[in-house]
């Protein structure tokens, strides 16, 4: 017996260090003659759309059949956890998703290769976003923009009108009382301090700002952003969203798909989400974001970018350039997942779930405002959500935790000009 | 040659002396010859330590006197991390949000010495039954205890507040709610080590001889003064050791609160652990010399916490 | 126990035994319940487990949970990760340590003592002080988010070397004072004879890092970037982040991951147990 378990210990440790050594993995790829075969290596987070990314990937291939792509998923709360570390390293994936909080850092450090884009085939705002410096470091992929999702059995039992693109925040208020519950444990809205879904736009509604134009001055404290803020934890106080505490315990969209809430703020992204709930599938919609001064919601698309110190920069630019195709953007319409960036794609993804008025998320983009950033956006992202998450659960004032959010997050902007 | 025990006795003598005589005569060929027997022997885990440990300790050490950038660029920054550390609300309330788990967690001490009691019991049926079902959670994953116990909790679908409400106990929001979330993570802690506990206080009970319990009968004593003169005298260096582990352990608590708490929850400044508090600073913010700084903090407290736990023993621990 | 102690406990009363085991099956419930529970749990659709008041066993027994959660990420190679990082640790550590274990019990050396402190020193720091180095080691070494980077650290342990020198201490030594009079060298004497007498240290060592292995979160979280690279334990963390209050699927994903321990532990139940009783008595 211990003859046997030392040995055993011994094979393993010996076929653990040639298992070092020897190998190939799917991301090591020959240095690349001309024609040699190469693997690029792809990194995404959403599970949902692999099967688009793959078909991308062998319509690539189909046009340059030396290179083909390999695509590595990781989930989304611990993505760029991985990709700073794996950048850090020069282990980043050849081509990898991007979103607008992280872009800059990337950009800034030197991480990513520039790529070629036709500015004239996407929204302004895309094309922008993936800017830095003068240069382009992006390829616009896809974009979402906010909606105000509901549930409609909610809505005839209590005898409300559905909402319209009238609507302003008043009548978003009145709807929630009378649609608010508590003996059936339903809420006429959820309420979570969640930024781009919940409270930019209402900042932006109601003519303030999270960020100034020129990144070194944060918003917080501007009186309109407040009133922007109080919206949300106006309906946590009363009672017509449920409590922090219970949206922790219990996501609100769960809670929606449950039939709890009547309405939710929401993205386009869970359009498919809801079709697939069998609860949900034909049972809520979704109308565009009511009014506080002015109509606004917060736009935001994915990039493809380049790794930079990658082995095959050259078919890595290539493979980026060709997602931000309209071959691509056809590809990712079909399958209903996400708004593709690509000009006059967008109809398929419209048409994909024909139940709900999907094209109001793109009747949003005419007066969509960029999601803000700067170049190092997870840090005040961070203290967004230490100093809100105390509004929202009553132990600040909105004004007092407002204040202290904007304290801090000028702290941090001046670090990042330094 | 090999003997039995007694003879073992005379043979250790004799033979030690023999040997001992054979060192005395070549002391220095032996030395030498004996060093390189040992570097064979104990070289791969040495060099294996010094390479995976030892380095790593002094290298954290330096990287709490620097500050960092993203993307691995730092520079030296003296004792500002420690400084700041010491300024610092978060890290404060972190130990004490530590020393609070630790404190809960030697609750568990008594009960799974009731249990192991209870257990030692000859002719106790279905021990080994029992022995196996409180064992499960030890042998459960940190993140899948967390999860189950988050279901448990759950505010308004939980079993916990289903049943409690049926005593007409009206429940909260266990591990958002600030007051609430600190001991719910805790008493997840307790549930999972008492089986652990208990199986190695089973084994020191079952090393107390017999004779003492018999004199003490003898002497008029009854159950009570029986294990309150004999069994925890006698048990006290297995408590003591159970009393160390849990300690060591619960100061570097991380994997329940990372799974059960997420970054959003309210409660989390009031559950937020050292550990965790180095995981967010050190692979979330990227601000790897202040974790550097934190990390040698609790380690100056586990060894502080670690030598008073030994210096305290003399008082109450009895070794044979 | 002798014959007074037994008169003793049979001396009290059936309805001490009564209160007895009435306590021992409420704890035993309080420990093994919540598995049950889980178990139930994940076999239910979302609206069901939304539901007040619950319901104990599922309306409908689905298997959809199970499916969703072999979907989101890639079990089957987690598990096998997992089973070699496991295997892996505890078969280096059992050869290793022991080799140590034997030097520091067996040989006297110049430095003996002076080296066994450093050794022991190792034992006190905590593990979140070595990773972000050890993640730099990894890291130029060239193995992030291969598979032995999982394992690498974990081959080497003071607390095995520790744990095992006190067994051998407690090894008679004229065996071996034999085999030395006999000529045998110290390899032939660690190898024939130590070894085999310390079985039950070896088991007790083997035991507790396997476990410890398989269930380590903090070390694969941060070497292995790849979904089908990591462990088991990274791959449940990430269920939690991406399920988040879907309970289910979580507790579905939950059973996968930790049914082949459970399983491993209920088959070989005396041999864990008392593994685990020895390293308490010899520590």
Redesign the interface.
Known sequence: MRNRLLALGLAIVVAAVAGCSSGTQSSSSQSSGQGEKVTLTYGIWDKNQVPAMKKIASAFTESQPNVSVSVQVTPFDSYF?KL??A??GGQAPDVFWLNGPNFQ?YAS?G?LQEVKVDAANYPAPLVNLYQFNGKQYGVPKDFDTIGLWYNKKLFDAAKVDYPTADWKWADVQAAAKKLTDPDK?VFGIGA??AGQENFYNTVFQAGGFVISPDGKRSGYDDPKTIAGLKFWTDLVQAHYSP????M???LPLQMFEAGKLAMLYSGSWNATEFAKNTNTKNSVDVAQLPAGDKKATVIHGLGNVVFAKGPHTAEAAAFAEFLGSKQAADIQASTGTVIPAFNGTQQAWVQAFPQYHLQNFLDEVSYAVPFPISK?T??WN?YE?DEL??A??G?ESVEQAAQNLAAKMNEALAKESK | ??GTTEQ?GV??RT??G??AEVRRRRPGRF?RQ??L??L???G???V??A???????L??FY?SFTTWG???NYEWSGLANYQELLKDSEVRTAFVNTFWFTILGLLGIPISL??AA??S????K?V?A???????????????V???????Y????G?IN?LLAKIGIQG??W????QTALPAVAAVGI?ST???NM??????LQ?IP??Y??AA??DGAG?VRQFLSVTIPLLSP?LF??TVLSVIGS??T??LV??MI??????LPQTRTV?YL??QK?????D?GY??AI??A??VV??IV?AFQFRLQRRWVHYE | ??E???A???V?PRAGSVA?HT??VA??L???G??V??FL?SFKSLTE??????TILPQEWLGSNYTAVFQALPFGIMFFNTTVNALARTGAQLL??S??A???AR????G?KI?FA??LS?L???????????Y??IQSLGMLNRLPALF??G????FG?FLLRQFFLSL????E??A??DGA???RI?WSIMLPLARPGLMALGILTL?WS??D??WPL?VTTDTRKTT??VG??SL?GQYA?N?PV??A???I??LP??IA??LM?KQ??EG??????K?
């Open positions: 956890t700073q570390a950048a850090t850092l450090n991480v444990g979570p301090p409590s922090m505490q219970q922790t315990d219990t190092n997870a840090v961070g959500t998450t105390k929202w659960s132990s | 040659m090999h073992t043979l250790q033979g030690a023999q040997v030395r004996n060093l027997w040992a064979l022997f104990i791969p885990t040495a294996g330590l390479v995976f440990y030892i380095w790593p300790a290298r954290t990287f993203a993307f691995g009731v249990l209870m257990l019991r000859r002719g106790r279905g080994s029992y022995r196996t079902l409180m064992f499960l959670p030890v042998v459960t994953m940190p993140a899948a967390a999860i189950i116990w988050r279901w448990l759950s505010g308004d679908y079993i289903f909260t929001y591990l958002s709610n600030p549930w008492i089986g652990y199986v190695i206080l089973m084994a020191g090393a017999g004779f319990y018999e009968a003898l159950p297995t050791f159970v100061l570097q991380f994997d990372y799974v997420g970054r959003t929850n309210p409660a550990v180095f995981y050190a692979f979330i913010e990227n790897r974790a550097a990390a040698f609790l380690l586990i060894i670690t | 126990m002798s007074t102690a037994a003793l406990s049979r009290k007895a306590l021992l704890a035993a309080v420990l093994a919540p598995f529970w889980e749990t487990v939304a539901q007040v008041p619950p290793l340590c080799m140590a034997f030097g520091f040989i006297n050396f110049p003996r080296l450093l050794f190792v006190l720091v905590p593990s979140q002080l070595l990773v972000i180095p050890q730099e080691i690498l650290p081959m080497f342990s003071a070397t008679p030594a004229e065996l004072e034999a030395r009079l060298n110290p390899w660690y476990l398989w269930n979160l903090l941060i088991l334990s449940l963390a939690q209050t309970y979580l507790m994903g939950s059973l991951a930790t321990v459970i532990f209920i139940q864990v147990i685990i009783a020895f390293t308490g008595s520590a």
